[in-house]
């Protein structure tokens, strides 16, 4: 099966939210195994974790993988604060 990728880029806040959140759509429809990477991002918020946690969901229900490309130390460490990190597949990084 192919995958997919998703660039979280550097900052990853509420602010683009609605952008994630379309592409997470489009990757949605694509059938694929999707691949995070946020071996970039230096800032990341709630709302993001958030909705990468309902977007993982989303994938699982349909058999799907969400796997993630060197995860930074600032996705890690929000991740573990909110209690996300195991949900998210975060906490073997």
């Known amino acids: 099966m192919e995958i997919e990728k998703l660039d ?25 195994d999707v691949e995070i990477d946020s071996s970039n991002v230096e800032q990341i918020d709630t709302s993001a974790l958030q909705l990468i946690l309902s977007f993982h969901t989303a994938l699982k229900q349909a058999g799907r993988q969400l796997s ?23 906490n073997h990084h």
């Open 8 to 32: 979280l880029g550097t900052k990853c806040t509420i602010i683009r939210a609605e952008e994630l959140h379309a592409q997470m759509e489009a990757l949605l429809q694509s059938e694929h």
């Open 68 to 90: 993630w490309i060197t995860p930074s130390p600032q996705t890690i460490a929000s991740a573990k604060l909110l209690g996300l990190d195991q949900s998210l597949g975060l």
